[in-house]
DNA sequence: AAACCGCTTTACGTTTACGTAAACTTTATC
DNA sequence: GATAAAGTTTACGTAAACGTAAAGCGGTTT
């Protein structure tokens, strides 16, 4: 189940289009906890999830902190208090909100883009039509070679 | 049509809930432009607008210069060169995807949520199940008064 | 007139999320 | 065994988005 599979820097790098130095940052920030052969990193499908979840975290305008701190809740919730785990719940239901919130901004969005665009056509219809206008009156100004 | 409402600075700085330096951050950077009474700031029903939209493209995850390019492209876009027009189609298009994009993280996001929350839900119930054990142990185990 | 309020400018400080360079070790390749 | 390639630490630099004084101006309330 659990796969073993295990990544160098420069693969998940690579992968996710993410410098080295960004990755280093995130486990010094504490995000990610790669195991050492001596002193290389070496990355397990965890980290590899994690990476994935702090950046897609990033698209979604979430910070570095507020991503470790759902990593670090997630965390103690495994162990099971149940305090931790009604903690869990109540945050979990502020993402949720949250994400309805973008889910709008989204729609707003969208619809002004397509306003914009319109707009956009119109305008460039308008120009067109004005070209073809020249178009014709130049024609009818041409000299005849007959 | 075109309302001619003028508003203050704190008067926008308490409707969106955000300071007074930010706005004027904001104006100094290009992305509001109000009128002057002396020295004094007056905003349009415009300036208001676009206020709404530098904060909702934060919530995005845009930052203020990409939010000022839009302004600024849009501005020039409404003198009608045809160059500006397409590249204007063009961004709109990328803006577009990008929304593709968030909004694939959002649903993604939800899935996640949605798995966490049962899992804490399972680990509650499982704690609950215990104290009532525990709860039915400490009946039996009760001294008897008669 | 004094004190207060809201607004202003100027300017230095701070946090976040890395970039960049230097100097060093480890690992692979010829 | 030299040399390159990939990895490492250390440390200073930077851009973005404000925060936070400090000090001044223009009304108005007492």
Redo the contacts with the bound molecule.
Sequence with gaps: MNEKRTF????L?QEFD?????????ED?GLLK?A??????IFSTKDRVRLKL?LRG?RMG?????TKELFDLWDETLTGNEKQLLKMLEILGARRDQLEQQKNDIVQAEMEIDTAEARCRESLDELQKKKKQQGIKAKESEPTTT
């Design positions: 160098s820097i420069s693969e790098s993410v410098t080295t130095r960004s990755i280093r940052f995130y920030q790669p050492r052969r001596g002193q290389t990193r702090i990033k979430f910070s570095l902190a507020e």
